[in-house]
């Protein structure tokens, strides 16, 4: 153990030896050695996280730079202007602006967050330093659950420390509510916002909608209890335009589409669609604290979460396949058009046979989480920590869909297609499909409907115990203390997924009745024009059949699972404040030790009709040497290095025991897939440097270069000649059918080969008047690039249709990652405007199927403002804010494609959003 302390501190010396021998001279003659040290103790309780003293956005950046200047990690950190006045719907908006993440949209929303050009599979996301649940398939957490109004700040550990269970390889996310004894006296703080989309009302859902929080901080007479409770409530409509198509992408052969050359990429489908709904979330926190006079401080916190989500997405909807819905003759393009990458862009698709669809889905999230905290000073020094802790989400599902069309009898069609890839694609049919009394549900070839009820519980259960002991000599003076602990962590995630086909009642082919009927939605921007929509419950239940079953075939078999992990973890962290020679040093150095016992429930599907359960799993050890330190310059400056062994545990729905089995009746090759509960974790070895130049609270600029070796990396591999003797034992082949073979293809999440990832993060963060003088008064500005590479190459067949068969970069890297907050504050006015830009990435998905795909994602540009005025201390209005916002200025669309841009998939817009508010504390 010392040996393995004493080499990670050699290597980390002989990188920054050039840097601390350039300054040393200046070092001598400029700071007291004993300053440094010092200051990160002595910080007068104004630069708090949680404590309220300098408001406004320049107060919420000069804390946040005193979390970043203390911390003995690199660290990024975000801290609420004020108690309720974080401007985004969600806390993920906020994290996103941080140098080196990026955020994925997700219905218009900021919801999952890439750290360092790695997917969110990678992260790990806290609340009060305790690792959360989701209501997803995975472990990354959605952020748009977390109300941003309830959080105090973000911390973002992109380097840790032995002491930090829960880390990620990426980065660890820790959200934090307030302390209420850390106020010195009673807050109450109101506020509400009118919100209203771009878009416009459609069907039977309006354009506004509204966000309100109130929160309130207390402490008893003699400062030894405080309790806070906040509410928050947000209703916000969902209004979307969506033009899609069919994925693959794929060049035809000769005929197969009469009108186009073979060879020419080309689409099976087309759509367009307006959505339409609503999101409705309602957050409740709540903080206990007591600080008794014999060295005990006990914290209770508690937060709860509710959402509801219900939408319709009316679609128009083209065929270019063969189906055709089975009429003769078939389809066949005039006049059609390819450009230089034999892509086919437009033409006129004659013989059609257009479905007209309502689609619903109806989602309700629950996230509850209990943390009871106990700290206890000795008086030889000694403090002892038990935390407790329990969370639990839940996700209850339901997804229907009809399909109408033009009968009796069946209308072809003849649609002049243009296709766009930085636009909404044109269809502009022949007939009308705006009267809902010609279009009938029926059983078609392509069925009538389906639906599926999703549902998915995750639990958690943690202990923890911690003890920091002061140092007592030994080892060089090296360390000023020793943290040493322990946490237990008992997860359990459990998935169903029943699924069916909806069918057309006793009373065949019906158009569906008026009292059902929301109106016509425009699909004009697609050159559709207007359509019906309806009420896709209601009719269901009025003329349709549903019967959602779990067993009924292998595939939806292998849906159903659920995976367990204890996982116990102990480490050992010497902590460092003293100096080098001349030079302060801070940081620490430690071990952490993690044992994972985990395995998986499912069951296996093996013809003709055998259902039987099927579980695997594993136990393994990972030891996890740490280092951090931070060097304290001349001039305000630190240089940090750190060195770190990390881990990312695998993706929970990898991880299910399910078994898809099925025989190819004409070929009698076996095959099957499945998940894989003997999964190693991703691992990697990483290197940290950073440079900071602060200027006291009120400024910093920064560059960083991160090195991640990648030991291995997981993804879906397909391979033949897996032996299927046992599965194939019972079965029987239909008459005239061959003999079951005895190898065939199987696929299943492995453990392959890993790489390099690097990138560098250039961040400043400026009062102009500190350079511009008092003629920029007020004026200021927060940037950050990041610059990422990676030499990691992944094949995974699950989303070839979607990425190719070649291979493909790492999930979620963006190659640059830009951001930039201009802001203006000066006597109660503030006004700011932000922009954040990612180049494209390869983003994952949620497909037909409900499982994770992947997909080629053009790169975004989202710009944000805010103004506001605040009231001053002589006014009647003392403590009332105004304020207005607008989010995605620019109306930026969200666009994929298939392996090339000139080959779209979706160009979707969600619309700008405006609100408009008012905040009062007191």
Do not use: C
Not at 202 to 222: C, L, V
Not at 542 to 556: K, N, Q
Not at 599 to 614: E, M, T
């Amino acid at each position: 153990m010392v040996q393995l302390k004493r080499n990670l501190l050699s290597v980390a010396l002989a990188t920054a030896a050039m840097m601390l021998a350039a300054q040393a001279s200046a070092q001598d003659a400029q700071a007291n050695p004993q300053d440094a040290p010092a200051s990160a103790k002595k910080k007068d309780d104004a630069k708090n996280l949680d404590t309220v003293v300098v408001t406004g956005i320049r107060g919420g950046i000069e804390r946040a730079i005193d979390i970043k200047k203390d911390a003995t990690s690199i660290v990024e950190a975000v801290s609420a202007e004020d108690i309720g006045k974080l401007p985004d719907v969600s806390i993920a908006e906020s994290i996103a602006r941080l140098p080196g993440l990026a955020a994925q949209r997700v219905a218009g929303r900021a919801q999952v967050i890439s750290v360092r050009g790695l997917s969110p599979d990678f992260a790990t996301t806290l609340l009060n330093g305790r690792e959360l649940v989701s209501t997803g398939d995975n472990r990354s957490v959605e952020f748009d659950q977390y109300p941003s109004e309830l959080m105090a700040g973000v911390t973002v550990y992109k380097t840790p420390d032995a002491a930090l269970v829960g880390q990620g390889l990426s980065g660890t996310m820790d959200m934090r509510t307030v302390r209420p004894l850390d106020y010195d006296k009673p807050v109450i703080a109101l506020s509400g916002r009118w919100q209203r989309n771009s878009l416009g009302s459609a069907a039977n859902e309006g354009a506004t909608g509204n966000r309100f929080n109130a929160s309130y901080i207390g402490q008893s007479a003699d400062r030894t209890i405080g309790y806070s409770i906040g509410y928050s409530h947000s209703d916000t409509p969902i209004q979307e335009n969506q033009v899609g198509l069919y994925e693959p992408w794929q060049a035809i052969g000769e005929n197969w589409r009469p009108g186009v050359d073979a060879g020419t990429y080309y689409s099976d489908g087309i759509k367009a669609l307006r959505r339409t709904g609503y999101t409705k979330r309602d957050g409740v926190m709540g903080t206990l604290e007591v600080r008794a006079k014999d060295g005990w401080i006990s914290t209770l916190d508690v937060f709860h979460s509710q959402a509801k989500q219900e939408s319709t997405a009316n679609q128009f909807e083209v065929n270019l396949s063969g189906w055709n819905g089975g009429y003769d003759p078939g389809l066949n393009v005039d006049g059609a058009m390819a450009n230089g990458n034999d892509t086919f862009t437009g033409g006129t698709v004659q013989n059609v046979y257009p479905l007209v669809r309502g689609m619903y889905n109806h989602r309700k999230d629950t996230i509850s989480a209990v943390g009871w905290r106990n700290e206890f000073f000795m008086d030889n020094g000694v403090k002892l920590t038990a935390d407790l802790s329990w969370s639990r989400a839940k996700r209850d599902e339901l997804s229907l869909e009809n399909n109408a069309q033009i009968a009796p009898p069946p209308a072809l069609d003849s649609i002049d297609l243009s296709i766009s890839e930085d636009g909404f694609s044109q269809m502009v049919p022949t007939l009308d499909y705006s009267d809902p009394s010609k279009l009938f549900l029926r059983n078609t070839i392509y069925g009538s409907g389906y639906g599926k009820v999703p549902k998915v519980e995750d639990e958690l259960k943690g202990f923890r115990l911690d003890a920091n002991f002061p140092a007592s000599g030994g080892m060089d003076n090296l360390f000023s203390s020793i943290d040493v602990g322990l946490n237990y962590a008992d997860r359990k995630k459990e998935k169903h997924q029943p699924e069916g086909n909806i069918n057309v009642g006793s009373q065949g082919d019906t158009t569906i009745e008026s009292d059902l009927q929301y109106g016509l939605v425009d699909l004009g921007f697609a050159g559709i024009g207007m359509i019906p929509s309806w009420n896709v419950p209601g009719a269901v239940s009025r003329y349709m059949t549903f019967v959602p079953s779990e067993d009924a075939a292998g595939y939806l078999i292998a849906k159903t699972w659920i995976v367990n992990e204890t996982i116990t973890t102990g480490y050992a962290k010497g902590n460092i404040d003293t100096t080098w020679g001349s030079v302060p040093v801070r940081g620490n150095i430690g071990l952490q030790i993690q044992h994972v016992d985990q395995s998986s429930d499912g069951r296996a599907f093996l013809p003709p009709n055998i259902v039987s359960p099927y579980t695997k799993g594993k136990t393994y050890t990972d030891v996890l040497p740490s280092m951090n330190l931070a060097f304290s310059l001349a001039d305000d400056q630190t240089l940090r290095v750190g060195l770190a062994r990390q881990v990312a545990r695998p993706r929970v729905d990898q991880m299910r025991a399910s078994l898809d089995f099925g025989v190819d009746e004409n070929t009698g090759k076996p095959g099957g897939s499945s998940g894989n509960a003997m999964l190693d974790p991703w691992r990697a070895n990483a290197f940290d440097i950073s440079w900071e130049k602060y200027f006291g609270s009120k400024a910093y600029i920064a560059a960083a270069y991160f090195y991640k070796d990648l030991r291995s990396y997981i993804y879906t591999q397909s391979r033949d000649g897996y032996d299927y003797s046992a599965e194939v034992a019972s079965y029987v082949p239909q008459e005239g059918k061959p003999p079951v073979q005895q190898f065939g293809t199987y696929s299943e999440p492995l453990n392959g080969k890993g790489g390099k990832l690097q990138g560098v993060e250039l961040t400043a963060s400026l009062p102009l008047d500190m350079v511009f003088g008092d003629a920029l008064q007020g004026f200021g500005v927060v940037a950050s690039a990041s610059f990422n590479d990676s030499s990691i190459k992944i094949l995974d067949p699950e989303s070839a249709s979607s990425v190719g068969s070649d291979p493909i970069s790492l999930p979620g890297l963006s190659k640059r990652v830009y951001n930039l907050t201009a802001y203006y504050e000066r006597n109660g006015f503030e006004f700011r405007v932000n922009n954040r830009r990612r180049s494209d990435f390869i983003g994952e998905i949620g497909n037909f199927d409900g499982n994770r795909t992947l997909r080629y994602v053009v790169g975004e540009n989202i710009t944000d403002a805010q103004v506001s005025y605040t009231f001053g201390e002589s006014s009647a209005f003392k403590g009332l804010s105004l304020l207005l916002q607008a989010s995605n200025l620019g109306d930026e669309a969200y666009r994929t494609y298939a392996g090339t841009k000139d080959r779209p998939l979706e160009y979707i817009k969600w619309g700008r959003t405006l609100l408009l508010g008012a905040s009062y504390r007191f």
